[in-house]
């Protein structure tokens, strides 16, 4: 029983038996976010693969769902914030044109369970729509992700609505997802890329400080 089983179960799209497994490595005393670092790997094995034609889209959907299975699973170990004192709200989404929204789930849960506020718009969101719900909640945050290099100038139009509505200032963006990078967000003027969940709440919290 181990985590190399676990990221097999995964890429193999067995849902069932990973979610089993997750559940009983949890038990266990694994920790949840070591978890999620091996399986974004894994994923990328699963792009790659796909990329390289030796799998196709049914392989990478049956292996999504499985890893959204465990993400489940995961949810109760992940909640350590009970009774913490707000840490700032964040409005989250996926951008326009880009279905890929397993990410931005976890980092949802991730932020949620360190003690922010989250709203998160889903996935395919129009960037006037981050920014006017950023509006609405009075936001600290706008977090955008990006899966795919077709949909990355997307997080780049977010900043672009909110230059020209004069409110640049007033909201925090940050970009994720894998094919984003320091040099993108320093490219389209974010003020944060974080590469993975774990390291979010914490790069959040030290940008409000
Ligand atoms: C699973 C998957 C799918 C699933 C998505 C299921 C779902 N419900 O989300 C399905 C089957 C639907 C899918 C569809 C497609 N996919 Co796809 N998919 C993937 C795959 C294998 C894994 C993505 C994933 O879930 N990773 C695991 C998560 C946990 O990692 P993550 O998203 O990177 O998130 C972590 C960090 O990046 C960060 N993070 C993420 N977002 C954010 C946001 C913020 C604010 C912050 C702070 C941090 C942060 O935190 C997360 C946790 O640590 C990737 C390969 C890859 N390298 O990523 C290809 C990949 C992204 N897909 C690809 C393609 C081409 C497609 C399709 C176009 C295929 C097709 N021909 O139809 C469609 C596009 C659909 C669309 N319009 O979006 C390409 C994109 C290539 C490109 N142009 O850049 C990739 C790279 C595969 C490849 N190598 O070719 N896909």
Redesign the pocket.
Known sequence: MSLEELSKLVEDGETEEAEELAAKLLKDGSDPLLM??E??K??????????KLEIF??E??L???A??GV?KVMEPYLDAAGGQQVKGK?I?G?VK???????????GL?LETNGFIVKDLG??VDPLTFVKEAEAMDAD?I??????????PRQKEIIEILLDKGIRDKFKV???????SQMWADEIGAD?????????PD??TALLA
């Open positions: 999620i670092e399986l974004t894994t994923m990328g094995h699963v792009g790659d693969l796909f990329a889209l049914p990478i959907m292996a999504g769902e890893l959204s993400v964040v989250l996926v044109g880009d279905l890929h929204e397993i990410g931005k789930n976890i980092v991730i996935y395919d945050f977090g955008a992700s990006s899966l795919m290099t077709t949909t990355m940050i970009i994720g997802g894998a094919p984003t944060l890329y974080c590469k993975d969940a774990k390291s979010t790069a959040l």
